[in-house]
Nanobody, 126 residues
Framework: EVQLVESGGGLVQAGGSLRLSCAAS????????IGWFRQAPGKEREGVSC????????YYADSVKAHFTISTDNAKNTVYLQMNSLKPEDTAVYYC???????????????????WGKGTLVTVSS
C-alpha cells in the first residue's frame, strides 16, 4: 500500500521557520519525484516545490524560491521542506505527493500526481 505521511506542521510566528517531512512507503522511492503543494482556505491548490529522488533536481515556485528548501534522504524514503522567514500568506495545509516527474513538458510543476498524503497544517501568525 502506498503511503505518504506529512508531519512537522504547526503554529509559528511570522519570520519563524518550520521543517516539514514527507515519509513515503509502498513504492520504489528512487523512481519517483516528490512534490509539495499547499492549499489555503478558500484558495486553489498551489504547487510549492518538487524534487526528483533519482537525480536530486529541484523545482520551486517563484513565491517560495527565496526562503524554502527541499531535500531528500533516500535512505529514509523521506523528503523535507525547510521553510524559513515564514509569512502569514504561507498559512495553508501542505500536502506531499509522488509521481514519476516533477514537471510537465512546459516545465511547470505537475499537479496530477499519482499519490497524495493527507496534509499537515501550517499556520503563520502575524
Amino acid at each position: 500500500e502506498v503511503q505518504l505521511v506529512e508531519s512537522g506542521g504547526g503554529l509559528v510566528q511570522a519570520g519563524g521557520s518550520l521543517r516539514l517531512s514527507c515519509a513515503a512507503s509502498g513504492f520504489t522511492f528512487d523512481d519517483y519525484a516528490i512534490g509539495w503543494f499547499r492549499q489555503a482556505p478558500g484558495k486553489e491548490r498551489e504547487g510549492v516545490s518538487c524534487i526528483s529522488s533519482s537525480d536530486g533536481s529541484t523545482y520551486y515556485a517563484d513565491s517560495v524560491k527565496a526562503h524554502f528548501t527541499i531535500s531528500t534522504d533516500n535512505a529514509k524514503n523521506t523528503v523535507y521542506l525547510q521553510m524559513n522567514s515564514l509569512k502569514p500568506e504561507d498559512t495553508a495545509v501542505y500536502y506531499c505527493a509522488a509521481d514519476k516527474v516533477c514537471t510537465d513538458p512546459s516545465g511547470q510543476l505537475y499537479y496530477n500526481m499519482d499519490y497524495w498524503g493527507k496534509g499537515t497544517l501550517v499556520t503563520v501568525s502575524s
